[in-house]
């Protein structure tokens, strides 16, 4: 058989496909075996008929029939076989090793030829050119199926730990059903918490050039480059440098502590199975931050000023400063980056095992220490969506939740679908919708962004191509139409409807609006809102937008005309449905005047001044800081002895307030006895285990907390318009 008709058989019988699956065997083979068997590799032709060069096959066959047999097989192994390899570099080097069949190969690969072709002759039967076309076949055949067995154990491996994976093996732990689907809901895609990288995708790349253009100062470029790569943001370059630890230690909660009995308990009970984790301060923190409660006992922004100068990455001065800029009508840019660089030195001190996008890492909000990373990431996604990056904000929101999802102390469910509706994550929130367990979906924006959500999938759009690819993965209660669901969320919520036609400039019969069921219960001489008017108040303030296209407006009008045919009918025939009694069970839960404190907090950081009047009256009286807005009744908090001798007067009886064992006169302090005031510091001090202030040198960084990391860039590329 000439070496014509076999390559024509080769290229018939698929040998590109043989190529590649001994290419995938061989790159899946352990290093050692490869090693070890190195000597064995031949090309394909060597295996099979000992032909040469596919350049010089034709030429050698009329000239020397010896040299075209001398690369028959050099082993019948099967894992050799295997092992074969086209490529067209090993077949030259094989065609110079026949050709000097005496002198040793440079690869080893020519050690013992004529010993080798002795064994290959004896292992194939004799010459190949004496094969058969059926022996030919035949060995083909073999090759083929042996590394199809290899190629398929192989991928059934992969499969089963991609699965494991999927199950919870990739962090650490097993999860149910349950806890799969609701973790697979906050797991925070990280590619998109990039702001930079979203302006680029809508206007280009001449927008994010022309964006950072003002922020590129000479000597601090390189600045940028050395400062650590983080998650949640990213280092800019204007960015004073970071040449000690900001102070923030994160450490994981155990269920064996003894000391905090209340999280144990949350732990044993926590229905998520995440991991709990909680900040704590350093000592140097600590003394820093007596100096920032200091300013901001004093009212002085300032003061507030000189401790970012001094301390540019404070997490508190930072957050602090940055509300102060905002409420005073200062750069909300500037405002909004003190907050990123506060994210910044918040990541810094994450433990290893904790990640703020894998949709399982608790924080324990009672805790002072931990409570500003909440605070940072509500606030870093209000300024994204304030520059329209959507997207940013959305994931953000996600790692918002995701500290917390049971307790949800800033009340993320209130704008997270509202934040997938902008980024058009319609799969999303349908999704959410369905499948959510660990806290409640009752709430107006959740019934009427579910609808929204549909119909826009429904092709409710400009342009109907909102259509989704991913229907596979939603829940057999997503096939209800987007007006069944609005009629629904109607039926559940209607004092929406008034207040939401009005926002969003749709016109309706206004004797529609007159029927009893879309009134609002509200007590007259009070001027709280009950739980409900708060929710839905929020609701279309934010949400109004969404509902001010034509589209929307006349699938609005239709689906308030159906619920109204609806309503009639339940009056006529006294029979209720079960629509019906979930609005029944709504009103029941929703129309208190006791507001959760997660919703109290919410409005207040969500700068919705309108419905702050209408919160419970100790809240509003209740005094707090922009660092930690409303802190939880359960809060630890370290400084509050500190904070107390401003406050404490009016919560504890007699104007007296216990420090360390004993009683201090608070009115002497509000005196201004110096002596009541340094004694009160200085066993503050002692109780943080802060040294006195005689024996403080430099509150700067101690030795054990220098980070290499942060303190190896020169001083002299770093110190431009940087403060000592």
């Not at 999927?166 to 925070?188: D, F, H, P, T, Y």
């Not at 409303?630 to 307030?657: C, H, Q, T, W």
């Amino acid at each position: 058989m000439s070496s014509r008709a076999v390559k024509r058989l080769l290229k018939e019988r698929g040998v590109d496909e043989l190529s590649e699956a001994a290419s995938r065997l061989e790159a899946a083979t352990p290093e050692k075996e490869v090693t070890e068997n190195t000597s064995s590799k031949t090309n394909i032709f060597d295996l099979l008929m000992g032909g040469g060069d596919d350049d010089q096959e034709e030429t050698e066959e009329e000239e020397d029939e010896g040299q075209r047999s001398e690369g028959e097989m050099q082993s019948a192994k099967p894992q050799q076989v295997a092992k074969v390899s086209v490529a067209t570099d090993e077949a030259e080097v094989n065609s110079e090793d026949r050709k000097k069949s005496k002198n040793k190969s440079k690869k080893g690969k020519g050690k013992n030829k004529s010993k080798g072709k002795g064994r290959a002759k004896a292992a194939a039967g004799g010459d190949a050119n004496d094969l058969s076309m059926a022996e030919f076949e035949a060995q083909l055949d073999a090759i083929q199926s042996q590394q199809g067995e290899s190629t398929d154990s192989g991928s059934v491996k992969h499969v089963d730990s991609a699965q494991k994976k999927g199950k919870g093996a990739a962090i650490g732990v097993q999860l149910s059903r349950e806890q799969q689907q609701n973790r697979a809901l906050l797991v925070v895609d990280s590619k998109h918490l990039d702001s930079q990288a979203e302006i680029r995708r809508m206007f280009g790349s001449g927008a994010a050039k022309s964006n950072n253009a003002s922020q590129q100062v000479r000597g601090r470029v390189m600045q940028a480059s050395r400062l650590k790569r983080m998650t949640l943001t990213q280092p800019k370059a204007t960015w004073p440098p970071m040449r000690a630890s900001p102070g923030i230690e994160m450490k994981q909660l155990s269920v064996d502590e003894r000391s905090d009995k209340q999280m144990v308990e949350t732990m044993k009970n926590d229905p998520t199975g995440g991991t709990w984790f909680a900040l704590e301060h350093t000592t140097r923190f600590r003394t820093i931050q007596l100096e920032f409660l200091g300013a901001v006992e004093s009212h002085n922004p300032d003061a507030i000023s000189r401790i970012v100068y001094h301390y540019p990455y404070h997490v508190d001065a930072l957050l602090q400063l940055s509300e102060i800029l905002k409420q005073t009508g200062g750069d909300f840019g500037e405002a909004g980056e003190l907050v990123e660089r506060a994210l910044y030195a918040f990541e810094c001190g994450f433990a290893p095992r904790f990640s703020p996008t894998n949709g399982m890492g608790r924080l324990d909000f009672r805790r002072v220490e931990s409570r500003g990373l909440f605070l940072a990431l509500f606030r870093h996604m209000q300024f994204m969506a304030r520059r329209g990056c959507w997207r940013t904000a959305f994931e953000v929101n996600k790692a918002l939740l995701s500290l917390d999802p049971v307790q949800d102390p800033y009340g993320a469910l209130l704008t997270l679908d509202f934040h997938a509706l902008k980024s058009k994550q319609y799969d999303y929130v349908c999704q959410f919708a369905d499948e959510w367990t660990w806290s409640s979906v009752e709430l107006p924006n959740l019934a009427y962004s579910r609808a929204l959500a549909e119909f826009m999938l429904e092709g409710g759009g400009k342009k109907g191509k909102e259509r989704s690819r991913d229907t596979g993965k939603r829940s057999s209660s997503s096939s209800s139409s987007s007006m069944d669901l609005l009629v629904e969320a109607i039926l559940v919520f209607p004092t929406a409807i008034p207040p939401l036609l009005s926002k969003a400039n749709i016109d309706v019969d206004p004797v529609i609006l007159t029927h009893p069921y879309f009134q609002d219960e509200h007590i007259p001489d009070t001027t709280e809102l009950t739980h409900m008017q708060l929710a839905v108040q929020m609701f279309v303030e934010r949400h109004n937008s969404l509902y001010r296209t034509p589209e929307t407006g006349r699938w609005l009008q239709e689906g308030l005309l159906l619920a109204l045919e609806r309503i009639a009918l339940a009056e006529a025939t006294g029979i209720d449905d079960a629509t019906s009694e979930r609005g029944r069970a709504a009103k029941r839960r929703l129309c208190t005047y006791v507001v959760p404190e997660n919703i109290s907090r919410h409005v207040l950081v969500a700068d919705m001044e309108s419905m702050k009047a209408g919160l419970p009256e100790h809240i509003r009286s209740a005094e707090s800081f922009a660092f930690d807005p409303l802190p939880p009744k359960d809060s630890i908090n370290v400084y509050d002895e500190f904070l107390g001798m401003g406050i404490a007067a009016d919560r504890i009886p007699g104007g007296f307030v216990e420090v360390d064992g004993e009683m201090i006169d608070l009115e002497e302090l509000q005196q201004g006895n110096a002596g009541y005031i340094a004694q009160l510091i200085d066993r503050l001090r002692r109780n943080l285990g802060i040294a006195g202030e005689e024996d403080i040198v430099d509150p700067g960084t101690s030795e054990d907390e220098l980070d290499q990391d942060w303190s190896d860039h020169g001083e002299s590329d770093l110190d431009d318009g940087v403060p000592e």
